[in-house]
């Protein structure tokens, strides 16, 4: 069988009037941050491309550090998904140097307006002024949009309206991937509501603040947080106060996160009745890819489960 050169085949396929096949195009180059995002991005590009993730592994975005891959896919990227400065901060500078032609696409305010830039320089100030002003100091913006379905699903249109301008051929590819990804985030929703249903009244310990979008889409009540952030380490203080809270509330479960030591965990269980656990809203024990962020959900909502069942 003879083999012909990819060229000729193109311009037979053009003579032809032939369509092109997909796998002759060029796949766009998309970068996601964390894993949580990568796996919604993923789910709306299955068979179309394969995102780059940068927060690998079990590594968190609090303080996260480039490796020279990293660098190298950023300033490759047609299209760069972020949450945004509130939870990425390392990414400010980096973002300043892509090419003019990349689309960079913040997802924090999803749900109230698209946060979509060229990186042009007022936003460059304006982006570092909020990283290095905030720095993921929560306050009244819990970056973890992610840990609301209902947020989650504004990101996955969001991420399908941008990819679908960029590679318009594919867009009916897109939109697929988009509603059955929405179908699938709809039924995972409805179980992890089911599993923490039974925890409403019950005060939750975690380590630091990250928890509010999901509290709030459950009705649960807020988590009781250490701290604000990792970086922010607590005073003997707060730790007292918190384990004052442990006894007064009857907490069942302390929750700390795979990617930090269980120091605190260990501090503020000793010597009372609640129970050391672990939960993991990045996704830090879990295989990238687009089954990630169901998973995620669900291991969340069997988490809070396994408290209520053992305090039964």
């Not at 480039?66 to 509130?86: C, M, N, Q, T, Y």
């Not at 590679?167 to 009916?172: H, T």
Request: proline share 8%.
């Amino acid at each position: 069988m003879h083999k012909f050169p990819a060229a000729i085949l193109c311009a037979i396929v053009l003579a032809l009037g032939l369509p092109a096949s997909p796998a002759w195009a060029e796949a766009p180059r998309v970068v996601a941050t964390v894993k949580p995002l990568h796996s919604l991005v993923a789910m709306v590009l299955d068979g179309v491309s394969d995102p780059y993730l940068v927060v690998r592994g079990a590594s968190s975005p609090h303080g996260h550090a480039l490796r020279p891959s990293d660098a190298k896919a950023l300033a490759d990227a047609d299209v760069v998904f972020w949450i945004g400065p509130e939870l990425e901060t390392f990414m400010v500078k980096p973002l300043e140097t892509l090419s003019p032609s990349a689309r960079v696409v913040g997802l924090m305010n999803v749900g109230e307006q698209h946060n979509e830039t060229k990186v042009d320089a007022d936003t460059r100030t304006h982006g570092e002024g909020q990283a290095h002003g905030q720095g993921h100091e929560h306050g009244g913006s819990d970056p973890h949009i992610w840990l609301s379905p209902e947020h989650a699903v504004g990101m996955i249109e969001r991420i399908a309206d941008v990819m679908a301008t960029i590679v318009p051929a594919q867009a009916a590819r897109i939109n697929k991937n988009r509603d059955r990804a929405i179908d699938e985030l709809i039924d995972v929703d409805a179980e992890v509501r089911r599993l923490v249903s039974p925890m409403h009244d019950e005060y939750l310990v975690v380590l630091h603040e990250a928890y509010r979008h999901f509290t709030e889409h459950y009705g649960l009540r807020d988590f009781i947080a250490l701290s604000v952030t990792p970086e922010h380490k607590p005073s003997p203080g707060r730790v007292s106060e918190v384990r004052r809270m442990i006894a007064e509330y009857r907490v069942p479960c302390v929750f700390a996160e795979p990617q930090f030591a269980d120091t605190f965990t260990r501090l503020l269980t000793e010597g009372t009745k609640a129970k050391p656990d672990t939960i993991d809203p990045l996704g830090a024990r879990l295989s990238p890819g687009p089954e990630l962020y169901p998973q995620l959900m669900r291991l969340m909502g069997f988490a809070i489960r396994t408290c209520y069942e053992d305090m039964s």
